[in-house]
């Protein structure tokens, strides 16, 4: 696996379900009562947040506290953006603190392979989420969560048919999601108005559809993507109601979803707008679920990126934890 | 009176030349040996034309002086071949008045390296509301006759339509920065398949071609004179075509990294490629280096637009926009025009020294190597190769997006108003 983890291009398929298959022995550490390995004790991540984002960050500190690293929250409250202190010399005051890793959110597309580049410091460099280019831990989280539900005995997602409803052109999670689901054999279709897809989307792996109805009753997966209030000022829809309408998961929707499909968010939700309250509840809905397992895939993000101890000594440790108590 | 001989070389054409500057001018082209005890210079391998001439240059002085100066601009263009450089208005304060062009002006003619042209602001302080006080900037000293709100497209199109009129009492022109401001907020990068994948905001290319269009319609219709700066997308060398045909009196340039840079740079997210308008399509490359040949487009023009380093050793979007230009334009452009066989020599002394000097009426500049004539003279040694060192620019600034590229022909002699100013490769201080 490389050093940095910027892309879901950064990983080939064989990367990918390593990752998957390590979230999945680490999620039973979450349910063991001490819920807590010894294999990062003595490495230090920082959480390096430009962007306010208490749940991405709650969930990176809970996986590197589960590995007993030792967890560094910074919130660079000015970056070179607003003209605060530059990207560079905030890497390279983490450096001088000796950061093993480093999780950067920011608001610039391209911050963390900025950071990754420069060799401004040596550490490796995990990707939260870049602007409106990708956010690859919540795509591993969304591929894991899949794969337990509908593919529990696969290591892929050959044959599942995944809608992403919403602001494809500004989501950073959809752009991960569409590389990840794709190389793990998923079958995507992409759900917006045109104004809200990118340039060129003819050409990504992934069918095209402009309304809702037309996949839902078809869907494996309905993924809902969160819509920004703003965005209607920026003229990409005429309004709330008309948005919630044709693309919405409403009840009517919910009704003709498979008996099996899932409901999934990335949050935070907007209920009443991208997604109703009763579809958010619902049996089908994992959007909770989806968050627990986020844990489980950062800590295998972490343990693999930093290279922690063999997962079977890890498996042995537990055990012999497990016995001494 | 002082005299140097310059033997051995050709000139654009091919045809062998022994030239023999006398004080200022050109005083023989004849193939004469110079005899003993003259002051020789051999150029054996080398070709010998006018000196360049660049419309479009950011000089950054007054305001940014940590960026670049006249002076240390005015060394960069010497290295790179040029004889005349036309200063862009965007400086701190704006060239927007009498004052400002004509400290810009004397700036330049105090660096005795080569001619300094400043461009006026069209707007007051490039803001696209009122009018600058064109007339008072044409006939100060600084004698302006080409005006740009440069990195600001003038808009409005009741305001362009007045400037392209005021500017008819002298002859002048308007150099449009065209860029459609409503379709390219925060735009970061060319709009395609890689800035969508980047998560980059894109200038979509009809940003710029519906502002040309637009100028090229008006320009017809109060008869005035457009220069379209930097074009970078095929639509707009189609529009330029039209125009020409229909006899409208437009003319165009192209940067040299618009002639070989695409937009597949910025997947590295180093903002050396991020520059305004963005590196567009290799499709764009090809149809403007077409463009370039066919007379389409009629000049290069640099942009060069130094920056700090911190500019630049940040975030995309935080970067500035621009890149080094002046050094390296010649050998770009050989490369990617004549070593490709898309033009001759005599194409290339045309659109980087006749064509340029002619629309903005540098009388100086860009004329045949005859007897009587400016000395404004440029040797060059296209056999020869040299790889891109940003460290050693003569620019204050470093970023080039050719840093350590190979590229052909190397600028060795230049010399302006009839003085040596650079002597195989190297400046020569002025006195």
Known sequence: ?325 | MSEISLVGGRNAAGAKINLTITDQKISDISNKVPGPGANVIDISGSIVIPGLVDLHTHLREPGKEDAETVASGARAAVAGGFTAISAMPNTDPVADTAGVVEQVFSLGKATGLCDVFPIGAVTQGQAGKQLAEILAMHESAAKVRMFSDDGHCVFDPLVMRRALEYVKMFNGVIAQHAQEPRLTIDAQMNEGEISARLGLKGWPAVAEEAIIARDILLTDHVQSRLHVCHVTTAGGVELIRWAKVRGINVTAEVTPHHLLLTDELAQSYDPVYKVNPPLRTARDVEALREGLADGTIDIVATDHAPHPTESKECEWPAASFGMLGLETALSIVVQTMISSKLMSWSDLVDRFSIAPAKIAGYTDHGNPLAIGNPANITVFNPNKSWTVNKDLAMSKSRNTPFHGMELPGVVTDVFYNGKQVLRDTKIVSVS
């Open chain 1, 1 to 325: 696996m490389k050093r940095h983890l910027l892309s879901i291009n950064d990983l080939t398929y064989d990367d990918a379900v390593l990752i998957l298959d390590t979230a999945a022995e680490l999620a039973k550490i979450s349910d063991a009562p001490v819920k807590k390995l010894p294999t990062l004790r003595g490495r230090t991540v920082v959480n390096l947040f430009f962007e306010d984002s208490t749940r991405t960050r709650i969930s990176f500190e809970a996986a590197a506290k589960r590995l007993s690293a030792d967890v560094i929250n910074f919130s660079a409250k000015g970056s070179s953006l607003s003209k605060g202190e530059s990207l560079k010399d905030t890497a390279l005051t983490l450096q001088a603190m000796g950061a093993d890793a480093v999780i950067i959110r920011h608001s610039a597309s391209g911050a963390p392979a900025r950071l990754a580049d420069q060799q401004w410091m040596t550490g490796s460099v995990i990707n939260a989420g870049d602007g409106t280019h990708e956010h690859p831990t919540q795509a591993l989280l969304d591929a894991f969560t899949i794969r337990k539900h509908l593919r529990p005995e696969n290591k892929d997602l050959t044959g599942v048919k995944v809608a992403i409803v919403g602001d494809i052109l500004h989501s950073r999670v959809a752009r991960s999601n569409v590389l990840l689901l794709t190389k793990l054999g998923a079958e995507i279709t992409l759900v917006a108005p045109p104004t809200l897809l990118p340039v060129g989307v003819e050409n990504w792996p992934a069918k095209v559809a402009f309304g809702l109805d037309a996949v839902v009753a078809d869907s494996d997966v309905v993924m809902m993507l969160r819509i920004q209030r703003e965005r209607m000022a920026e003229l990409f829809f005429p309004s709330e109601r008309e948005y919630s309408r044709q693309f919405g998961l409403n009840s009517d929707r919910l009704k003709k979803l498979k008996p099996t499909a899932l409901v999934m968010h990335p949050g935070p939700m907007n209920r009443g707008l991208e997604i109703s309250a009763d579809s958010a509840d619902s049996l089908q809905s994992v959007i909770v679920e989806q968050v627990t397992n986020g844990v489980s895939v950062r800590m295998a993000v972490l343990y693999l990126l930093l290279g922690g101890a063999p997962l079977a000594a890890v498996a042995n440790i537990e055990s012999n934890e497990k016995v001494g108590m």
